[in-house]
């Protein structure tokens, strides 16, 4: 009998390793996307001082363990045989949802997926127990959840997105009305002051206040700090304000590195000190329950009362280091960690540029609903107020020539970011309560992002929706969690050791699956050649730049081409449907360099027009072309998909005949242009009436066909439509080759734009 619960504990310890490392990978967002964006400090020292707050947040997280033994369910009513299946049924849904979202790229709320898998493993027992005692009632629910404590956790978890947001709008807005985006340029004064509150904040609610819980802080320390807080404050205050003055009047340092350093160190161990429960909390419950049972003599698990998990119950330092070592192990080497993090730093840049989330309805509702609020605002504000205003929040104007390089926001930002969200995270920590983590961060950075107007009307929109996709995603998770959970509880209950191990295994599969296609995405990217924008300002220089583009058009549209012909004719879905999702991403990119015409055009000064239209004339060709070939690849898939009869064998052997030629054709055009041997296009076009002709006469063919033979109307819209876009095709880039033929001139050497920034403050690179 014993050898089970053995197993199981095995089991938990494995998977709390798993979960340590899906779920770092998840919430490193949390404390790395401020520092990250503002690239105020190299990459490197982000990640050292992250690893040092982590490792010390571990250990002052020993009172949040309390949270799973007792938080959510009450421990009294279930017996150590049921104990157990709630915490194995719990860390399994776990780790698995959490590396489902990791793998999407969406940060979500580690807090919000145990607090209600714990919930829900803890109501199904509840329920099978109840339903099989006929003295009891399912209104006797009430008795075995902890609903006051859950009810406390779960609208901290929600007022957490409205206080986060708003403190951090308001608080960024009084910062940004101070400091200005010049902020590097004010006297020290200002600087200082700032400082002074910004690490006064940190130091005291996150050293003071965090390590309250803590195992090593000395209860003459605790005493001494919670009589004198108005005494400490204003002592801390002091200190940092002149220190800080001192550093930036002498030493010539910039004090908003610093706090951002300092602020980085402090929201790493906020994390931790709140999060590790997330984890290991549910393990280390596990472990004390088996080892009640076994000091109590190994008595039948299925009578024996857990109350003992009520009590409180230090955890071991050794076991919190230990964790804190994994979680900054998988924050050096996650790459889906990195995923995550761009995700919310581009939904926080203050620059315009592609966005990765599309408006939906909810989004346009807010947005409108903003800009009338705004608009009624604004006219009973001052206009004296207005002027103030607008000139404090008048940005810093830096090239676009390297705008893929810039910070996303600016270092003011970043320690507002810091310095609110670890604040808020430690007054949560020293409650005992599971805040999330990622709720707070990521609404923190909204609202400031807001504030610091980073929402105009070209992207609120998608801004806008992001965050909804994101919020809506935790909530997805709190469904997902409780119902998941519920399944593995049941599963385990009735099916014992059988049931543990088919899980477990399905749970090792899906883990092996998602890493080995995580990892196939992502050399995909590496190796995968994207469109480059352009940089240049002469047509010379657009065609040297813009060749590397039109080679991997060609390259992958031929690749396209042909998998679209070959699996139409094979009745190849998984390869149409794969295909499809190709031409989908071509189109994008195709799609972003033309959202760039913008920012090209501003770069040029008014001699360089004809590199202007150049360039524009460029883009609509290739859109041309790759329109032409969505078509052919999404008609393709629709017809296999529908199950409509497969192509006769003389318009497959039509089609191959075409094919060939265009491979012959694209192959000529790619090499061409990889070498930038421009000199060989107009060989190259002379191919084009040939090639034309050839699809014209597959097109006669096919209508004496119609009028004979044919029978299948769906065949022959199909097969008039891959002939028309293959005309289309064609003719798309032959006028890209014309263009280029007509425009190239081998005794011109190509201009280019400056790269230098004209922003003497950007930040170093990271």
Known sequence: MESIYIFMLVALVTLAIIDLVVGVSNDAVNFLNSAIGSRAVSFKTIMIVASIGVAFGALSSSGMMEVARKGIFVPGQFMFSEIMVIFLAVMLTDILLLDFFNTMGLPTSTTVSIVFELLGAAVCVAVIKIASNDSESFLALGNYINSDKALEIILGILLSVFIAFTIGAVVQFISRLILSFKFEKLPALFGSVFSGIAVTSIVYFLLIKGFKNASFMSEDIKEFVSGNVLGTIGINFAFWTVVS????????????????????????????????????????????SYEGWTLAGSPDPTTYSMEGLAGAVATKPILLLAAGLIMVLTLWFSSKAKAVVKTSVDLARQEEGSERFEPNYLSRVFVRFFVNANYTIDKVTPNGFKKFADKQFQQIPISRAKKEDAPAFDMVRASVNLMIAS???????????????????????????????????????????????????????????????????????????????????????????????????????????????????????????????????????????????????????????????????????????????????????????????????????LQDMTQSLEYISKASFKHVNNNHKNLRFNQIKELKEIEGNLNELFTDIQQTFETREFHNIAAIIDQKQKLLDQVSDKINKQIQRTRTEESSPKNTTLYFGLLQETQDLITATMNLLEQYDNAYDSSVTAATISTETTDNNAPEES
């Open 423 to 621: 604040v808020l995270i430690s007054i949560a920590t020293s409650m005992k309560l599971p805040l999330s983590t990622t709720y707070v961060t990521f609404m923190v950075t909204m609202g400031t992002s807001l504030a610091d107007r980073a929402w105009g009307t070209e992207s609120a929109v998608y801004r806008v929706a992001g965050v909804l996709n994101v919020i809506g995603g935790w909530f997805f998770t709190a469904i997902s969690a409780f119902v998941a959970a519920s399944v593995m509880a049941a599963a385990i209950y009735f099916l014992k050791l059988p049931g543990i191990i088919g899980l477990l295994l399905l749970a090792g599969f899906f883990l092996t699956r998602n890493f080995l296609n995580h990892r196939r995405k992502s050399k995909e990217i590496r190796t995968e050649s994207s469109l480059q924008k352009a940089e240049s300002s002469s047509i010379q220089g657009v065609i040297q730049e813009s060749a590397a583009n039109i080679s991997s058009v060609v390259k992958r549209g031929n690749k396209i081409y042909s998998t679209s012909l070959d699996s139409l004719a094979r009745q190849d879905l998984s390869r149409l449907k794969k295909n499809k999702k190709g031409i989908t991403k071509l189109n994008v990119e195709v799609d972003e360099l033309r959202d760039n015409i913008y920012y090209f055009i501003k770069n040029l000064d008014e001699s360089s027009d004809g590199a202007s239209q150049f360039y524009i004339t460029t883009l609509g060709y």
């Open 245 to 288: 003055f001192i550093l930036i009047q002498f030493f010539k340092l910039n004090i908003y590195k610093i706090i951002i350093i300092l602020g980085t160190f402090a929201l790493a161990m906020a994390f931790a000190g709140n999060d590790l429960v997330n984890f290991i909390g549910v393990p280390i419950a596990a472990f004390n």
